[in-house]
Structures are given as C-alpha cells and as structure tokens.
C-alpha cells in the first residue's frame, strides 16, 4: 500500500521503536504545527522525548496505547524505528475487540517475518478506527533522492556490486528475511537476517579482517523495499551510523531506493561518506544504478 498524506496540524501518534528515525519523524510533526504524542516502546528507546507528550508502553501492550491515543482524540498512528524483540503470550495486554484473535496473532509473531508482523500490527490499530500513516507522509525530505548524494560515485567494479547485492536483496525480500545484501568483488558475502544491518556490517568487518573476503576490493550496502512491503511501516532507512558502519567494514558504497528508502540526518550522512570515500546512490524503483545526479 502507498504512503497516504495527512493533513497539517492534524494529531498523531508516534510509536517509537529505536534508532533517530522516530524522532525525526517527531521532529516533522511538531513543525506542522501540531506536536506528536509518542508511545516510546519499552526496550527500544534511545531518543530523549523530555520534549513532547509521550509514554512507555510495553511492546505487548495494546490495550493501554489504544485508551491513551482515544483519550486524546489522535486518529492518526506512525510506526517508526527498530523492534528487537517480540511479545511474549504472559505480557500481551490485548483490546476486548482482539482477544479472540489471539492465537492468529501468536501464530504470526512467533513464526512470520518482519513484513507480516507489521502487517498485523497495522490491522490491530485498523480494527479500532485508527488509520496507520507513513512516515515519509509527516516527513517527506527523509526520502532518499534519484542519484549519487554526495562527492563520491560509484566505479564500474561499485556498480557490478550494486547489482550483484541488489539481486540478492530481491530474493530476500520475497522471502521476508530482510531488506540489505552486502556484494564485495561481484560475489555477495552478507545477507540482512533479523539481526538488522548494523551486525551484518559488523560481520562483513570481522570477515574482512579475518581474510575471509578481499582486503583489496570494497565492496558495496544495498538496501531495498520488499517487494510486498506495505510502505507504511519499514522503509528501509540509513544514516550517519550506517555511513561510519559501512567505512569500518571497507565498503566503497551504499546504494537504495529513490521515494523508497529514508534517509536520516541527511547532511550529515553525506559529509561523513564523502570524508570517508563512501558513495551514496539513489536507484531508481527497479533496482538498477542510475547516472549521478548534476
């Protein structure tokens, strides 16, 4: 499903995983003039949220995140930012509305993906009349841009990666295990599991240092939507962080989807590739590199 937009100044709550992606999201509602009330997950936190209405709800509880957003009349609900853990039966504090629906509901947390977890949860907040909004729909300069970011572009052994990991980061989209591969010399050597991109980059570092991989070739990130993503929830998104985490694990390039990936602290995030001789590269929907940006 695309990303509908929301009208300016019109509530809406944030629920806040970890990682910056939250807060710039908050950061955006706020400047539509209508500050955000955030449900900071328990486990995931990170951002410092002394600013802004906000509470702490358990990652199982649904019943206390509903009674809240109704009390303050919000319609309208963002999921942002890393999940790393998963309810378990004893701590799920489900509505009346859901609780015959709960065995489906542990049947899908326990053995689907990413993608069909969040499918779930939006159809939770659906069934009680909130409408589940994008991210990019508050914060639209998150999108990632058609073309090479920064300083650095990619040569042709970065664009043989590029499409290498991108092949790969299709196969396993479909198969709902993650969103990254990591191609270094042609071959791809890294696939995004559960552990998220930060340990596969840390595992292409360790692989790199062993000699397990070419200490000579860099190598390339690729980060792309599942093709039967909802666009509503997980864009795939990079930062400062995945910029420094690349550089350490001797990659030359980052590459993702243009109108399908977040960027976050952009300027940022470019001043640190171009420092450490990263490219960045917006491709376009179907995959494939496209010329640099004038």
Known sequence: MSAAAVSPKEPVAIIAGSGRLPFCVAEAARQTGAPPFIVQLKGE????WSGFDHMEAHIGGFQPV?????????????????????PELLSFRPTARVFLSLP????????GGDDKVLRMVIDLFERHGFAVIAAQAIAGDLLATSGVLGRVEPDRAGE?????????ARVIGVMDIGQGAVSVGGRVVALEGAEGTDQMLE???TMRESGRISRKRRGVLVKLCKPQQDLRADLPSIGPETVRAAAAAGLGG????AGRALV??????????DRAGVFLLGLEPDGESVAPAS
């Open 45 to 48: 936190g990170g951002n410092d």
């Open 66 to 86: 509903v009674s809240a957003l109704q009390k303050r009349k919000i319609k309208n609900v963002v999921l942002s930012g890393g999940v790393t853990a998963r």
């Open 264 to 273: 976050l602290d952009r300027a940022q995030a470019i001043a640190e590739a």
């Open 104 to 111: 489906s509901i542990f049947k899908k947390l326990k053995s």
């Open 203 to 205: 595992r292409v570092r």
């Open 160 to 168: 043989a990666d590029i499409h290498a990991a991108a092949e790969a």
């Open 254 to 257: 980052i590459a993702v989807e």
